[in-house]
Nanobody
Framework: QVQLVESGGGLVQPGGSLRLSCAAS????????IGWFRQAPGKEREGVSC????????YATNSVKGRFTISRDNAKNTVYLQMISLKPEDTAVYYCGAGPAYYSMSYYCANPADSRSWGQGTQVTVFS
């Protein structure tokens, strides 16, 4: 059974930085991708960035390109989301999900409902 635990959220001013971590257990690296998704109040969950664990292929949605970087440390079974130049519109609960490795990362990020497991979420609030 795949288990995911997010950490690293918090309060930050515009222009600030945060690094989110997603610690995974119970999964086979070759079979999974990990995605970061976010959900703001009253909005649907949207894909932010996704990474295939086996080969490191990544995708990031346009609104975060150049600001957010996804990476993985397979030895630690952990995926990170480094966020810089944060904006108020980045405010949301951030979730990591585990999805099929055979998807393209752009497809997985666009289809969060295909995730096989979810973490509990971590709140990111960007305030001025």
């Amino acid at each position: 059974q795949v288990q995911l635990v997010e950490s690293g959220g918090g309060l930050v001013q515009p222009g600030g930085s945060l690094r989110l971590s997603c610690a995974a257990s119970g999964l086979t690296l070759d079979d999974y991708a990990i995605g970061w998704f976010r959900q703001a109040p009253g909005k649907e969950r949207e894909g932010v960035s996704c990474i295939r664990l086996s080969d490191g292929s990544t995708y990031a949605t346009n609104s975060v390109k150049g600001r957010f970087t996804i990476s993985r440390d397979n030895a630690k079974n952990t995926v990170y989301l480094q966020m810089i130049s944060l904006k108020p519109e980045d405010t949301a609960v951030y979730y990591c999900g585990a999805g099929p490795a055979y998807y393209s990362m752009s497809y997985y990020c666009a289809n969060p409902a295909d995730s096989r497991s979810w973490g509990q979420g971590t709140q990111v609030t960007v305030f001025s």
